[in-house]
Structure formats: structure tokens, C-alpha cells
């Protein structure tokens, strides 16, 4: 069975349960945890990039060992440098908002920022999903034909919380091949001024690369 959550509410970045929620959070200033350990910039520099956390407690998660591989909502984060990408960004601005609303609201503590910056993010998926993503994928016609479309002004009392939002398992099983073709068949690399390093073409062939991007430390620290 599909244990995850059916609504966009950001689960592939704060986990679908508690248990999962509470092992990336970083317990102080509504931070999520992160990884800013980096062998070839300085301890010194202002702006330390950060990384998704290393992965230490679930043994199944990485390929190559316990610490090799990151920790995300999702444990698919680490299937493709695409959605590790989009993981890491997720986490970036959620310690963005939180660092911002806590210089705002001084007298919040560590629960009420997180989940006042969680909502923040949650909303922000849900919108570029509905507002970008969607008419895409689907044509302005279709989005706008089938009501999917927002609302250029004013609010929306369409919501109905009474809606079975469950994904039937033939959807996500068909789902799955079709989001695997929107991969880009190339990746590529660039230094911290946007020069291109290098290239990986037809889905990443070569032990090289899958050796780098499977220990996420080696990768890491190499790009």
C-alpha cells in the first residue's frame, strides 16, 4: 500500500510523518537540519552553502553505507541529481523564511517558527504547481476548462474538505514512466561563476558519475 500523503502539503520535503518531520528538523530557530561541511571552501567564507543533511539512521536509505547518501522528506531524493536538486532548494528556503520571520516575530519559539515557515513553503509548491506546472503540462485551456485554474484576484472558497483525495494505485503506477521522461537526457555542471564544467549526456552513463552522485560526501565536495 502507498503510505504517503495524497496532498500537496510539502511531504517530500518535511517527511509524511512526525517521526520523519522531527529527524530533519534542527530543534532551534525553526530550522531545518543541514549538512555545511565542505573540504574545499572555508570555514571563513560568509556564505557557507548548505546541503541536505547526510543520512545516519536508516540503514535501507543509502546504496553505499550508513552517512553516504542524504536525508529529505522523501527517500526518492536521492534517485536522480534533479530531485536531490529540488530537495536541496526546498530546504534552502525554508531556513530562509524562518531565519526572516524570526527577526520579525523575536518572541516566537522554535515550534512556531517552523510551521509558520512550513506553511509558507507548502503554499508556494501549491501554487507553482496550479499557476506554472499544471498549464504546462495540461494546456491553458484544459486547466481553465476544468476549473484548475487560480484566481487572478480576490479569494477562493472552492476548497472542500470533504473530497477524497486518494491516488488510485493504476494512476501512480502509470505516473511513474511519465515522470521519468521528463528528465533531461544531459546534466550539467557549474562553478560557483556559472562556467560550464562538465557534461553528462544520455541519462549519465559512465561509473564516474554514478560513483560521485551515490556518495553524496565525494560529490559534494568535488562540485
Not at 86 to 106: F, G, I, Q, Y
Amino acid at each position: 500500500m502507498n503510505q504517503a500523503t495524497h496532498y500537496l502539503d510539502g511531504s517530500m520535503v518535511y517527511g509524511s510523518s512526525d517521526q520523519r518531520t522531527w529527524l530533519l528538523r534542527n530543534k532551534s530557530g525553526g530550522q531545518l537540519l543541514t549538512n555545511m561541511g565542505c573540504d574545499n571552501i572555508s570555514k571563513d567564507e560568509i556564505l557557507q552553502p548548505q546541503y541536505l543533511p547526510l543520512e545516519d539512521t536508516d540503514s535501507n536509505a543509502c546504496q553505499y553505507g550508513s552517512g553516504t547518501c542524504y536525508r529529505a522528506g522523501d527517500i526518492r531524493a536521492n534517485k536522480f541529481p534533479q530531485l536531490t536538486v529540488m530537495h536541496t532548494l526546498w530546504m534552502r528556503e525554508h531556513n530562509r523564511l524562518a531565519k526572516l520571520l524570526s527577526h520579525v516575530n523575536p518572541h516566537w519559539d522554535d515550534e512556531r517558527i517552523f510551521q509558520e515557515a512550513k506553511k509558507i513553503v507548502t503554499a508556494s509548491i501549491q501554487h507553482i504547481t496550479y499557476a506554472e506546472w499544471l498549464p504546462a503540462l495540461l494546456g491553458e485551456n484544459y486547466t481553465r476548462g476544468n476549473e484548475l485554474e487560480l484566481s487572478k484576484k480576490g479569494f477562493s472558497n472552492a476548497y472542500n474538505d470533504t473530497a477524497d483525495p486518494t491516488v488510485g494505485n493504476s494512476f501512480a503506477t502509470a505516473i511513474l514512466p511519465f515522470a521519468n521522461s521528463m528528465l533531461s537526457d544531459t546534466l550539467r555542471f557549474v562553478n560557483t561563476r556559472y562556467n560550464l564544467i562538465i557534461v553528462y549526456g544520455r541519462l549519465f552513463p559512465g561509473n564516474d558519475f554514478k560513483n560521485r552522485f551515490k556518495q553524496s560526501q565525494l560529490f559534494k565536495n568535488n562540485f
